[in-house]
């Protein structure tokens, strides 16, 4: 599919912004690797390239990764990024994504508050476009933000740029940097237009700002702001389910009309691996990131049922059949028809051991015998796997609709509208809708199990079994992989890793030792 006009030009963004370089004084010939700071805003195109050097910094894949640290998904590997994240064995002093995810979450926010010091030195920049940019960069600055409050508690609120070499800060009460989060975000979207024209798609929205709002009330419980704000999104007009649940995740659903915020991507220009991430090994995946069993059996019966539940017609020997149709369009399962068109065939017993057999010794195979199929295009299978420009979508519609019913539920303000945003989801998955008469604990569970199925690898999960209070419930103990027919025709259950989960501890996340080190006024959280 050629793509050239509907995403931002990433391109521009390429530069090492020069906010954190400047040229060495003592040389006589000006350095050719960078722009040079007193050369550079000059224009309103210097702060667009700026602008979009920022946009750079917003997390994609390490959104899925948070995944395998919830219920739902194993990074297997031993080196990879959330592995000791998910089996609760993260520490302060090993350089694990943790300290990575502090250290670029800071870059960002240096990019953003070097932006706003020096976008008054264009003088020839329009009121309007510097109001939209500066809204851009804060909107950035603030997701950034609501994200590493809810994984390090207390952070240091920096809104000026910081000498790197002398640049101490406290911890800030996590009070004050969310209060920060929301005045920002309700401030910006007076500057941001409701959309843009085919050039500019993934730009910041009012939409967008809106729902960023929305969640980060949510990520907090304060539902009568969640339920405000998400009714403004809904009465906007703009946005809409897209009819297929499983070609939204596919180049087919780019740009569609459920997409409110994603990060774009360019195939050669500014490409990802989620190809290479998520496909069994015949298909030149490596099975970095799979689902666990727990997530597989959370997908109902197609009729509604659980498929705990004896009457649901769930068949143990015949365990895919008849599911929850988002079961089929996320997760390769064995017996499946695999992307590259052949027969998805994991199970260990078999002889000679096949190329995606969870026992044939081969780090690249899946170790719980499901792969991911959400965010794989058939077109991206190829031994240099690594070149993939789906989008990677970061809030969507349906997100709104599942916030929405469940801030009225938490408020005990249940009517239609409630079953009406539930039902939406599941008729477009496919599924049985709910009649009304449902009690606010049997709505709550809905909800959150609607929450669970429609929402893997976008990193939502993670937030919600942790604002929920239930991560000590679903996280610890042993973990599981594929069900299947032994060599003596019992059923046999592959087991993978077991978890821990310390809720004294592992709520937060530790601050990086390095920090600690070079920042002084730093402090630990508790227990590590």
Not at 116 to 124: A, F, H, L, V, W
Not at 246 to 262: H, M, Q, R, T
Request: glycine residues 6%.
């Amino acid at each position: 599919m050629h793509q050239i006009m509907k995403r931002i030009n990433y391109l521009l963004g390429t530069i090492l912004l020069p906010f954190l370089f400047s040229a060495c004084e003592s040389l006589d010939t000006e350095p050719t690797d960078r722009i040079i700071d007193s050369y550079f805003w000059k224009t309103e195109t210097d702060a667009i390239m700026a602008v979009n050097g920022i946009y750079r910094t917003i997390p994609g894949t390490d959104y899925m990764y948070l995944d395998c640290a919830t219920d739902l998904a194993w990074n297997e590997l031993s080196w990879g990024k959330a592995h000791l994240l998910g089996n609760g064995s993260q520490d302060a002093e090993l350089w694990t994504w943790t300290s990575d995810k502090w250290k670029t979450a800071y870059e960002s926010i240096q990019r953003v508050n070097y932006f706003m010091e020096n976008i008054d030195r264009i003088e020839s920049i329009s009121p309007e476009l510097k109001n939209r940019l500066c809204a851009e960069a804060r909107f950035i600055r603030a997701m950034t933000y609501s994200d590493i409050m809810f994984l390090w508690g207390d952070v240091p609120l920096v809104t000026t740029t910081l000498d790197l070499k002398t640049g101490e800060m406290e911890r800030t009460p996590k009070d004050q940097v969310f209060n920060y989060v929301i005045t920002e975000l309700k401030d910006i979207i007076q500057y941001l237009p409701e959309k843009y024209d085919a050039a500019n798609i993934g730009r910041v929205t009012k939409g967008a700002a809106r729902a960023m709002l929305m969640r980060a009330y949510l990520r907090e419980n304060k539902y009568a702001e969640v339920k405000a704000v998400a009714k403004e999104i809904m009465d906007m007009g703009l946005y809409s389910l897209y009819p297929s649940y499983e070609k939204l995740f596919k180049y087919a659903g780019e740009n569609c009309s459920e997409i409110i915020f994603d990060k774009q991507y360019i195939a050669t220009t500014y490409s990802n691996d989620l190809s290479k991430m998520f496909s069994p090994r015949s298909c030149f995946g490596d099975g970095s990131v799979v689902p666990l069993k727990s997530l597989v059996d959370s997908y109902e019966m197609s009729n509604g049922k659980a498929i705990t539940d004896p009457s649901s017609g769930y068949d143990p020997y015949n365990p895919y059949e008849g599911r929850d149709p988002r079961l089929k369009a996320t997760i390769l399962t064995p017996g499946a028809i695999m992307p590259n068109g052949s027969i998805f065939n994991p199970l260990p017993n078999q002889e000679p051991i096949g190329t995606d057999a969870v026992d044939n010794g081969n780090t690249s195979t899946s170790r719980t015998g499901f792969n991911f199929l959400k965010y794989v295009n058939p077109e991206d299978l190829a031994e240099s796997n690594s070149n993939c420009h789906n989008n990677i979508i970061l809030i969507r519609y349906a997100e709104v609709l599942l916030s929405y019913a469940e801030a009225k539920i938490e408020t005990n303000d249940i009517d239609q509208s409630v079953y009406d945003a539930i039902n939406a989801i599941r008729k477009r998955a496919g599924m049985p809708e709910y009649t009304a008469g449902k009690s606010q604990s049997e709505l709550r569970e809905i909800v959150r199990q609607e929450r669970k199925v429609e929402f893997p690898l976008e990193g939502i999960r993670y937030f919600d079994i942790r604002r929920w209070k239930i991560a000590e419930d679903v996280l610890p103990g042993q973990t599981y992989g594929i069900t299947y027919v032994d060599d003596k025709g019992n059923l046999a259950t592959i087991k993978t890793e077991v978890r821990k989960f310390n809720p004294d501890r592992d709520y937060l996340w530790p601050v990086p030792l390095r920090e600690l080190n070079v920042n002084k006024k730093l402090t630990q959280n508790p227990l590590y």
